[in-house]
């Protein structure tokens, strides 16, 4: 019943900026919170940041902080991440995730429901 839907993936220079976008089913998106997690081509799937339910709590992969920034908008049962300075080791399919627990942000086992990703491409 859960839907995710990520949008605005793309083709991208090095340096670039660009904006990510989830959509989520049902009227219980507000009492959520939410994460996006990437997969490079040939790696595992990592964390990359979360937010929670409010919105007045960020989380972010050390290595990507203060390049990446997430938003939600609990109005319109949207969450985004804002991504800057990419580099080609950016390059992955990005995922979008709903947190069961209000915890363990960066443990892909708190997220119970997945979007189907979009890719992301930076080249250099």
């Known amino acids: 019943q859960v839907q995710l839907v990520e949008s605005g993936g793309g083709l991208v220079q090095a340096g670039d900026s660009l904006t990510l976008s989830c959509a989520a089913s049902g009227r219980a998106f507000r009492l959520y919170g939410m994460a996006w997690f990437r997969q490079p081509p040939g790696k595992e799937r990592e964390f990359v940041a979360a937010?929670?339910?409010?919105?007045?709590?960020?989380y972010f992969a050390e290595s990507l902080k203060g390049r990446f920034t997430i938003s939600r908008d609990n109005t319109k049962n949207t969450v985004d991440l804002h991504m800057t300075t990419l580099k080609p080791e950016d390059t992955a399919v990005y995922y979008c995730?709903?947190?069961?627990?209000?915890?363990?942000?960066?443990?892909?086992?708190?997220?119970?429901?997945w979007g189907q990703g979009t890719q992301v491409t930076v080249s250099s």
């Open positions: 995730a709903r947190n069961y627990r209000g915890s363990g942000w960066s443990d892909s086992a708190s997220y119970e429901y």
């Open positions: 937010i929670n339910r409010s919105g007045e709590a960020t």
